[in-house]
């Protein structure tokens, strides 16, 4: 079982920046992809950013250029560096982290870009 947290979420004004973070825990023994993906009110499940485990990176086309997604191998956890935000950016933001077999995801925290 693998157990995922999400943090770095709250409220930030358009063209700010947010990062957040997802720590996993549990049995980890090898991971082909962590991604964040989010879910607005209203509209479906998007992918934001994935990083497979030999560290490719994939973004969707909305939020190139203005995030990063980037993992601790150490403390087995992935960010997300959120820059130049925008009203559109605001969703739920959750962590998702797939092994062999089986795909986990966190709670989801809440990120909204608001003057």
């Known amino acids: 079982q693998v157990q995922l947290v999400e943090s770095g979420g709250g409220l930030v004004q358009p063209g700010g920046s947010l990062r957040l973070s997802c720590a996993a825990s549990?049995?980890?023994?090898?991971?082909?992809?962590l991604a964040w993906y989010r879910q607005a009110s209203g509209k479906q499940r998007e992918m934001v950013a994935v990083i497979t485990g030999d560290g490719n990176t994939n973004y969707a086309d909305s939020v190139k250029g203005r995030f990063t997604i980037s993992r601790d191998n150490v403390k087995t956890a992935i960010n997300l560096q959120m820059n130049n935000l925008k009203p559109e950016d605001t969703a739920v933001y959750l962590c998702h982290v797939t092994v062999p077999g089986k795909n986990y995801w966190g709670q989801g925290t809440q990120v909204t870009v608001s003057s």
């Open positions: 549990g049995s980890i023994f090898r991971i082909l992809a």
